[in-house]
Antibody, heavy 119, light 109 residues
Framework: QVQLLESGGGVVQPGRSLRLSCAAS????????MHWVRQAPGKGLEWVAI????????YYVDSVKGRFTISRDNSKNTLYLQMDNLRAEDTAIYYC????????????WGLGTLVTVSS | QSALTQPRSVSGSPGQSVTISCTGT?????????VSWYQQHPGKAPKLMIY???ERPSGVPDRFSGSKSGNVASLTISGLQAEDEAEYFC?????????FGTGTTVTVL
């Protein structure tokens, strides 16, 4: 079955960097686009970024453009999110999620990893 | 990229129907038939309930249904059950990006 396991979260000071990873299994990773979605404590979901199945194209929400980079290693079945110049408002649970092939929605989610930006 | 607007909460008794609205714009909900809905129980990851406005993934009960009119999408839960108590989020494709709704808490009285 599809499994997505995020790691790399933690407490980090404002302005510092953090890299999240998402290990995928149970499906052919290289065939699917992948997303990062976040959820601030007690708040709603916010889409962060998407990367196409082959890594050729990336899109981001405006609030993270120029600070976050989504990437993937299809040989390792792993998705990444490099987060630089972190701000307090980036504090959230970050979910890795799979994009449904040939359509425009997320069909599977990971359990998330918590990122706390605080001095 | 403003969040889609949902009512903060809706409630109903077991067996009743509830409908959650999701209001977007002509750039997202009104432009694309790519609205999806997710159920989230506290402390859990979201679960896909509806995709492409009104399609149900296998395993999702048929008491869940979706629709859309103009810039407003809707999720209806018919025959409300105790396990349906959760937070629900809509999501729309917006051309190279995605936007989620503000979330609605469904309470089963």
């Amino acid at each position: 079955q599809v499994q997505l396991l995020e790691s790399g979260g933690g407490v980090v000071q404002p302005g510092r960097s953090l890299r999240l990873s998402c290990a995928a299994s149970g499906f052919t990773f290289r065939n699917y686009g992948m997303h990062w979605v976040r959820q601030a404590p007690g708040k709603g979901l916010e889409w962060v970024a998407i990367i196409w199945f082959d890594g050729s194209t990336e899109y981001y929400v405006d609030s993270v453009k120029g600070r976050f980079t989504i990437s993937r290693d299809n040989s390792k079945n792993t998705l990444y999110l490099q987060m630089d110049n972190l701000r307090a408002e980036d504090t959230a649970i970050y979910y890795c999620a799979r994009d449904r092939d040939s359509s425009y929605f997320i069909d599977y989610w990971g359990l998330g990893t918590l990122v706390t930006v605080s001095s | 990229q403003s969040a889609l607007t949902q009512p903060r909460s809706v409630s109903g008794s077991p067996g009743q129907s509830v409908t959650i609205s999701c209001t977007g714009t002509s750039s997202d909900v009104g432009h694309y038939n790519y609205v999806s809905w997710y159920q989230q129980h506290p402390g859990k990851a979201p679960k896909l309930m509806i995709y492409d406005v009104n399609e149900r993934p296998s395993g999702v009960p048929d008491r869940f249904s979706g629709s859309k009119s103009g810039n407003v999408a809707s999720l209806t839960i018919s025959g409300l059950q105790a396990e349906d108590e959760a937070e629900y989020f809509c999501c729309s494709y917006a051309g190279s990006s995605y936007v989620f709704g503000t979330g609605t808490t469904v309470t089963v009285l």
